[in-house]
């Protein structure tokens, strides 16, 4: 059979390649076009797509740069863990809002109605905005090719949707644009939503609406339920973002009664049990949270709702119903993953009905169970105002609150812990202070005291300094000599320092339970002298007077710290009652007077409060706060003071002007009328804003180093705007790359310095080599030692010819004991004869070389006498 089939095809090959030849280049070119360039970018499109989603914090957030603030339907502050697929929408989802109350979350949205269209530059960094931009990249390929090309409006629809994803929307819209005016196509409908999308990015609100009903409308009729819950979710998130909350109340009733899809509408009911809570229909909040359960949520929807829905009972004063709930949610084992969120819950009506211990062991459970996840973090917040507020506890209260700062909590507890943690340690630095102070002012009282406790610190340091050189003694090796170093010797003192430390959390934590207890046991003063916790006796240097009124100061602030910090009115109004009575005479009493009146107006009780500030008008006419304290009793007219506020930023026509110079793409005279705004008008609400959004243009049109600038005037003039937080990493970003830019180049600069300097090291070497040689080869060779006197006197000469000019040194050759003498041979009795100097003859060419060759007799005849000596004499 296969092979009959084979044969078949085998004979169609001929007439397909005949049909793809006389059928034009248009089919070649799709042909092409698909395998080379569209099915790429659609594979990479969609890849960068799924991940989009997936990191989608929240479904109805309306601007992805919104997402980390927590709007409704967002992320629990809880989660940080994998949760099942969404409703198709991604595959990681989770839901909820805040915990411990609801209120209104739409005021996290830090620009309100003013919020701009304009672009800001990509918000998936790394991997994912380079994917897009080569998705645009492959894209542009293929629409430049003829419009008929089957792929160009998939391409073009493509590019649409990259734009749009990197913040293009002006670019993003074009492409939409330009897609529908090709009449009927595939993406039709699909491409009206995202041009509607588009629209109300760019503050285009009418048309965006109107086409987000079209869309909807063509849905229902086409049957198309994903498209058609595309659009309902678009809408229901836009109305959310305006804050026009009854109008999203009325989307998401429409929804849930055309929608087919189930698990959509338990999605969308939570939303709306939101929306109501923020509206403050606590009823219609609660009766939709229970009606989640009517569809087919997904189950951290259900988790999500049921929460929501105990909390509100809490709120609603019903809690033995919310305590019934979230204990029945406890014992199902469907949210066995989310033990540590209902467990937190249930602490917190624990601690609500006076049952702290039984919220510090739950609580404790989850602090431990589940260090790697924000809910450990959360447990330590609220362990630790269990121990503040119930229990009155500081130190635990201190200990828990520094360790949620270092925690995965979300920030706000991390900042609200960092700030308590802060006035805990104002607290005891008071508390010390105190105590320092009352011990120096009974030492001036009497110097016997004095004398005693530093008898006492000496005797109890003595004993704990014998019992710690015990401890090194015992940990010291037998055969160990004084002076010797064992190897072993460092391994031996930390096994000693970590005794050490155990030994000094035990006395501490023997200290802290007899303090819980309230034990009045006196502490040893060896033990606090172990722990840290004193201080050797100092002699006072001031008098009583001066200890005294710096006293005063110190309970005054203790009372402040307490009442306005801390909110324990309770404890700032026993601090300031010791102030006048104990420090009568101090100079704080009219500050103290009006702090405890302040108080009583907190209590109700106007009589008490009239009553201080009579007596600082009447005793005190000449403090400043007189006039306050005149005012308070409707002694004294309030003094008028000049109100230069104005109802109008007078800096918003402008601003709106500069922002229809950027719709209509005057982009000059929009970036103009932007730096004329932050140049005029600093002190406006506008200035941060201007800058930002010149700084938005800049980037859109490419030029990175203006809008960098741009950027830098946010973070140093505006620092703490919010509008700067948006432009802070982007601005990080651009000196990151320019400081790695300039470490390349300057790496590259000093590689080739590097190399520079190996090269000249080289031929420095190569030249120091060759001089070398050089040398060598000038040093005679002697194998004769008739021919050379003295092998010492041959080296000197050779020094000091090389200072001499070539001719002379031939010249001096001629008559030195280098030169060759002839030796004919003849008989003995033959008188010498002696050549004089000026008759020897001229050395050729070769002399040099004759000089070096060493004089041989013949081998048949003896040698003669050597008569050079005598000559030489002569």
């Not at 939409?176 to 285009?204: H, I, P, V």
């Not at 339970?513 to 606090?528: A, C, D, Q, V, Y």
């Not at 982009?667 to 002190?683: G, Q, V």
């Amino acid at each position: 059979m296969f092979y009959s089939n084979s044969k078949k095809l085998f004979a169609l090959v001929p007439f397909i390649f005949l049909a793809i030849t006389f059928s034009g280049c248009g089919v070649y070119r799709n042909f092409t076009t698909y395998f080379n360039t569209y099915y790429n970018a659609k594979t990479i499109f969609d890849q960068v797509e799924e991940d989009i989603q997936k990191k989608k914090v929240d479904v109805f957030a309306f601007r992805d740069d919104l997402q980390n603030n927590q709007q409704l339907g967002g992320q629990s502050a809880y989660q940080n863990r994998q949760t099942t697929p969404q409703s198709g929408y991604r595959s990681e989802q989770t839901y909820g809002g805040n915990q411990f109350g609801s209120g209104n979350q739409y005021g996290s949205n830090q620009y309100g109605n003013q919020q701009s269209g304009l672009s800001g530059g990509s918000l998936y960094s790394g991997n994912a905005n380079q994917d897009l931009t080569k998705v645009i990249e492959k894209c542009s390929k293929i629409l430049q090719y003829e419009k008929e090309s089957s792929y160009f409006p998939d391409a073009l629809f493509m590019t649409g949707k990259a734009l749009y994803y990197q913040q293009e929307y002006s670019k993003a819209q074009r492409k939409f644009t330009e897609l529908a005016g090709f009449g009927e196509t595939d993406y039709s409908n699909e491409n009206k939503l995202w041009l509607a999308k588009t629209n109300l990015q760019l503050r285009n609100f009418d048309e965006g609406l109107k086409q987000l009903e079209e869309v909807k409308t063509k849905a229902l009729e086409d049957d198309e339920e994903k498209l058609f819950t595309d659009a309902s979710i678009t809408k229901i998130s836009f109305l959310i973002f305006r804050e026009e909350l009854p109008k999203a109340v009325i989307e998401c009733n429409e929804y849930i009664k055309v929608s087919d899809n189930d698990e959509m509408k338990g999605l969308v009911s939570y939303q709306l049990g939101k929306i109501y809570q923020s509206l403050s229909d606590e009823q219609n909040a609660l009766d939709t949270y229970a009606s989640v359960l009517n569809y087919g949520p997904t189950l951290e929807v259900e988790l999500r709702s049921k929460l929501e829905h105990a909390r509100l009972l809490k709120d609603l004063e019903k809690v033995n119903e919310s305590e019934e709930e979230l204990s029945r949610m406890r014992d199902q084992g469907k949210f066995k993953n989310n033990l540590d969120e209902i467990n937190i819950d249930l602490a917190q009506i624990y601690y609500e009905t006076s049952r702290s211990e039984e919220a510090i062991n739950l609580l404790k459970d989850v602090d431990t169970t589940y260090k790697m996840l924000p809910t450990s973090g959360i447990a330590s917040m609220k362990l630790g105002e269990v121990y503040e507020y119930a229990i009155r506890n500081y130190d635990s209260s201190y200990k828990y609150y520094q360790k949620v700062v270092s925690s995965l909590a979300p920030l706000k507890y991390r900042n609200s812990a960092n700030e308590r943690a802060r006035n805990f340690e104002r607290y005891f630095k008071l508390k010390n202070e105190m105590q320092e102070l009352n011990q120096m002012l009974a030492y001036v009282r009497d110097p016997r005291i004095f004398e005693r406790d530093s008898i006492d610190y000496a005797v109890a340091f003595k004993e704990y300094d014998e019992e710690k050189k015990k401890l090194e003694e015992a940990n010291k090796p037998a055969n160990q000599q004084v002076g010797m170093q064992d190897p072993q010797e460092a391994q031996r003192l930390q096994q000693l320092q970590q005794q050490m430390q155990q030994k000094q959390i035990e006395l501490q934590k023997e200290y802290d339970r007899k303090k819980r207890l309230g034990i009045n046991e006196p502490i040893p003063l060896r033990m606090l002298i172990a722990l840290g916790k004193a201080k050797k006796p100092e002699r006072p240097q001031g008098d009583e007077k001066s200890i005294n009124k710096t006293i005063a100061t110190n309970l005054f602030n203790m009372g402040s710290l307490f009442f306005s910090e801390m909110d324990f009115a309770d404890s700032a109004f026993v601090y300031f009652s010791r102030i006048l009575t104990e420090k009568k005479d101090s100079a704080i009493i009219p500050q103290t007077l009006f702090s405890l009146a302040t108080y009583y107006e907190t209590e109700n009780d106007t009589v008490k409060a009239d009553s201080l500030y009579k007596e600082i008008f009447d005793n005190y006419p000449k403090d400043k706060l007189y006039q306050v304290a005149g005012e308070k009793l409707g002694l004294l007219k309030k003094e008028e003071k000049k109100n230069t506020a104005k109802t109008e930023d007078p800096a918003e026509p402008s601003y709106v002007k500069a922002e229809e110079l950027y719709y209509q793409k005057n982009y000059t005279e929009a970036i103009d009328s932007f730096k004329a705004i932050h140049k005029n008008f600093p002190k406006s609400a506008f200035a941060a804003k201007s800058v930002y959004y010149a700084g938005m243009i800049y980037e859109e049109q490419k030029n990175y180093d203006s809008a960098a600038v741009a950027y830098a005037v946010l973070s140093k003039d505006f620092a703490t705007d919010p509008v700067a937080r948006l432009a802070m990493p982007k601005y990080d970003e651009y000196k990151n790359e320019k400081e790695k830019i300039k470490k390349a180049e300057e790496e590259k600069k000093k590689a080739e310095e590097l190399k520079k300097k190996e090269a000249e090291d080289k031929l420095k070497a190569e030249q120091a080599k060759a001089e070398e040689k050089n040398a060598a080869a000038q040093v005679p060779v002697v194998k004769d030692s008739s021919v050379v006197i003295d092998s010492n006197n041959v080296v000197k000469e050779d020094k000091t010819r090389k200072k001499q000019s070539y001719l002379d040194r031939l010249k001096a050759d001629s008559d030195t004991t280098k030169r060759v003498i002839e030796q004919p041979v003849v008989n003995d009795d033959a008188p010498i004869k002696v050549i004089p100097k000026t008759v020897l003859p001229k050395t050729n060419k070769d002399s040099l070389n004759q000089i070096k060759k060493p004089v041989q007799a013949p081998a048949d005849k003896q040698a003669p006498v050597d008569t050079s000596k005598k000559v030489i004499k002569d």
